[in-house]
């Protein structure tokens, strides 16, 4: 091993949407300082949104064309699963792909590398069998104002934020803005900043309250696909806000009702629990409350009729063994993984 390089492997956590040149800085001391270089891209399973616009695949192409060929052969870059409220099942996932590279190199020749950024950070205390590897935060570049001068309409702030990226990473991007999921993200991107105006004179940050139903019977899950702007054709809860006059549970039916036209009496008696979901970032739109009832109707050969109304494209029951996170709203998969405890 050469002397400047301590490791074998040096380990990259991040969800680079998009890969900067803050990236790229990590990565190049992470290459001078271990013989290879273990990239993982989190949110892979995220479906496209404003916070996780890019595939996993495309974000290695992005990656790996930032570098020459003979560094691309020492970077492993693999895409890691949100698990949402459920930090344990997402260290297993990260473990088994670092042992997967890793093989039987000994713990002390694997390290983290990464700087103390912000609170997405704090997995670098969450592998203590590995050495931390700390770097300076290159001129304090964040993907979180790219992405928004990506999607937005001031096309100054957007060519000065493609100076904090690589050349492959503009070459991508550029090319990526004549797809349509691009016009669609962008859609979403303005019906996102429409309705954070439109609460910009309030005294206080607005914070909302909604309520969700899961609903199982049989081995199947009701489920709604989206209509409107914010996550349309994505898979949801059925669900919604809370009107000032009703309570949780009463919005829980209510919504129900309106979206799938699912008669509410099978719901009597078959209320398994109620639990509260107040993640800070759950909605990109504004702090949103959730309350979700968990209903297990009884075992039937057939299941009740749905249909859809309201805002709701359609209404379905779906096999739980075809759930899928990239076809999840937010964080309902995550909801349904810990409610169904699956």
């Known amino acids: 091993m050469h002397s400047s390089q301590q490791f074998d492997y040096l380990i990259f956590i ?4 998009p890969f900067h040149q803050g990236h790229h800085y990590v990565i190049t001391q992470a290459l001078a300082h271990a013989r290879q270089v273990i990239v993982l891209m989190g949110s892979a399973n995220s479906p496209r949104t404003i916070k996780n616009p890019f595939h996993p695949d495309e974000r290695q192409a992005m990656i790996l064309n930032s570098f020459d060929k003979k560094n691309r052969e020492r970077i492993h870059c693999l895409g890691i699963n949100d698990a949402t409220y459920n930090d344990n099942k997402w ?7 670092i042992v997967s590279i890793t093989a039987n190199t000994p713990n002390e020749h694997i390290g983290i590398i990464g700087h103390d950024k912000d609170e997405s950070s704090y997995y670098l205390a969450l592998f203590p069998q590995y050495k931390t590897f700390m770097v300076k935060n290159f001129e304090y570049i964040s993907a979180t104002p790219i992405r928004e001068a990506y999607f937005g309409d ?6 000065a934020s493609f100076s904090q990226l ?25 019906h996102i900043q429409a309705y954070q105006a439109a609460w910009q004179t309030a005294p206080y940050p607005p914070n909302f309250i909604t309520s969700d139903a899961l609903i199982v019977q049989s081995g199947h899950i009701l489920l709604i696909e989206r209509g409107g702007e914010y996550g349309q054709g994505l898979y949801a809860l059925p669900g ?14 209510r919504e129900v009702h309106e979206e799938t036209n699912l008669d509410i009496s099978l719901l009597k008696n078959s209320l398994i629990t109620a639990t509260l979901f107040d993640a800070p970032k759950r909605s990109q739109r504004a702090r949103t409350v959730t309350m979700v009832y968990y209903f297990e109707l009884p075992k039937q050969q057939t299941l009740p009729d749905v249909q859809a109304g309201d805002d709701a494209n359609r209404a379905f029951w779906l096999p739980l063994s075809e759930l899928n996170a990239v076809q999840m709203f937010e964080d309902h998969y995550g909801i349904i993984c810990q409610l169904l405890k699956i």
């Open 14 to 17: 991040g969800r680079f949407e």
């Open 91 to 97: 260290l297993i996932e990260v473990q088994n792909a």
């Open 154 to 159: 001031d096309s100054a702030k957007k060519q």
């Open 166 to 190: 690589t050349k492959a990473c503009v070459e991508f991007l550029t090319a990526f803005e004549h797809t349509k999921a691009y016009h669609r993200l962008k859609q979403e991107y303005q």
């Open 240 to 253: 919604g806000f809370v009107d000032t006059n009703e309570d949780f549970y009463q919005a829980c039916l």
